[in-house]
């Protein structure tokens, strides 16, 4: 099982970036995905997730109205477009699968499988 994030680079403030999460030698039916981040000595944050139906998404309030996620289960690919990018949004970004009921679908520890992160660098 595979899950390989792509997309991360260094944007200057208010760009934006696309972030891609591809599954390999797992079957994604009935998988909600997820993109977390984590800055230097902060914990590891939800950004957002996506049910395996796609009519479910859901995102983490420092991102709300800025980013989308998205998801192509015909590929085994999520994305997460990042617009109005912020310093702040500076991190590694992990993309997950699992099966988390709604009440832990924010926690990490309820995601089975992880991507090898991608760094997210905005400067201001």
């Known amino acids: 099982v595979q899950l390989q994030a792509s997309g991360g680079g260094l944007v200057q403030a208010g760009g934006s970036l696309r972030l891609s999460c591809a599954a390999s030698?797992?079957?994604?039916?009935?998988?909600?995905l997820g993109w977390f981040r984590q800055a230097p000595g902060k914990e590891r944050e939800l950004v957002g997730g996506?049910?395996?139906?796609?009519?479910?998404?859901f995102y983490g309030d420092s991102v709300k109205g800025r980013f989308t996620i998205s998801r192509d289960n015909a590929k085994n690919t999520m994305y997460l477009q990042m617009n109005s990018l912020k310093p702040e949004d500076t991190a590694v970004y992990y993309c997950?699968?699992?099966?988390?009921?709604?009440?832990?679908?924010?926690?990490?520890?309820?995601?089975?499988?992880w991507g090898q992160g991608t760094q997210v660098t905005v400067s201001s």
């Open positions: 997950a699968a699992g099966r988390p009921i709604n009440t832990s679908r924010t926690m990490p520890g309820q995601y089975y499988y």
């Open positions: 996506i049910r395996w139906s796609g009519l479910i998404i």
């Open positions: 030698g797992l079957n994604l039916y009935g998988y909600t």
